[in-house]
């Protein structure tokens, strides 16, 4: 599989900006963002790769900022080193749960120790939804549930829902660098109770779940927020992130529409991770 990295430049530039970028490129085929050196560096499937499309989004980009790009071909590499080399940290969660990789030096004892070695794939826990995701997941009861993770980039959610008592998890993507990532990592955290799944929300049928955790991006769930509705229990809980908090409406009637009902939100650097109830 070839990716191809494009390099993106704003002025002005900031962490916010290169969010808002990374959101928006990522309706068009973009699968995974490198912020370095005051550039955000994104991969794209090569047969999904156009200038068009990302001149398009440049074209209608929202905030008043000069956008330019160069992208180059890249082959398969060792991903490991490239997280070490853009700094992929130890992250701490209320001192309680803490994913580090197998470079790094772990010392001090937490509840949860969740190893990731990533490649391409989303999910480190140092994205704000990453983080809202992880947080809900430590605040919530997974004991004895049945959970579906959508979109699970490393796995990282599914393996701590895991870790948190679930009886089984599903967890899909619909990357297959994703998707062999994931079945690494499970391993590497001696995970068994995981049912990795390569493709997309098509692959939901009789199975039904507890617990729906889907960290993806608006316009994806605004399309599968029915397919989820379908296979999620009576009294169950979807837990969605990907999106900012004025987007939270049009998530919400897309859920009301559905016979889900609010329960509350989280919110960081105005990305937000919204709880609803079937």
């Known amino acids: 599989m070839k990716y191809i990295e494009v390099s993106f430049n704003s ?3 900031s962490e ?3 969010d808002a970028i990374s959101a928006s490129i990522a309706t068009i085929g973009f699968e995974s963002f490198v912020q370095s050196d005051n550039l955000l560096l994104a991969y794209i499937d090569s047969t999904q790769f156009s200038t068009n499309a990302i001149d398009d989004f440049i074209s209608n980009f929202p905030l008043d900022v000069n956008i330019s790009y160069t992208f180059k071909e890249i082959e398969d590499k060792n991903w490991n080193e490239e997280w070490e080399k853009h700094f992929f940290e130890p992250i701490v969660f209320e001192n309680k749960c803490i994913i580090h990789s197998s470079f790094h030096n772990v010392t001090s004892d937490y509840e949860y120790k969740i190893l990731i070695d990533p490649k391409m794939a989303f999910g480190t826990g140092h994205h704000q939804t990453t983080s809202l995701m992880i947080r809900n997941i430590l605040g919530s009861d997974f004991r004895n549930k049945t959970v579906l993770d959508m979109g699970c980039g490393t796995a990282v959610l ?3 829902a895991s870790m948190r008592g ?3 998890i599903t967890a899909i993507d619909i990357d297959k660098w994703a998707y062999e990532n994931a079945i690494e990592n499970i391993k590497l955290n001696s995970i068994e109770n995981i049912n990795i799944q ?3 929300a098509e692959l939901l049928g009789n199975e039904k ?3 729906i955790l889907a960290n ?3 316009n994806i769930l605004l399309e599968d927020i029915p397919h989820y509705v379908n296979v999620l229990n009576d009294g169950g809980t979807l837990i969605v992130s990907g999106f900012y908090e004025e987007d939270i409406p049009m998530i919400s009637n897309k859920c009301i529409e559905n016979k889900l009902s609010f329960k509350n939100y989280f919110e960081q650097d105005n990305w937000v991770a919204v709880v609803y109830n079937k």
């Open 11 to 13: 002025n002005p530039a």
């Open 16 to 18: 916010d900006i290169y």
């Open 158 to 160: 599914a393996i701590l």
């Open 166 to 168: 679930a009886k089984h």
């Open 198 to 200: 390569l493709g997309g």
């Open 209 to 211: 779940f507890d617990i």
């Open 216 to 218: 993806i991006n608006r």
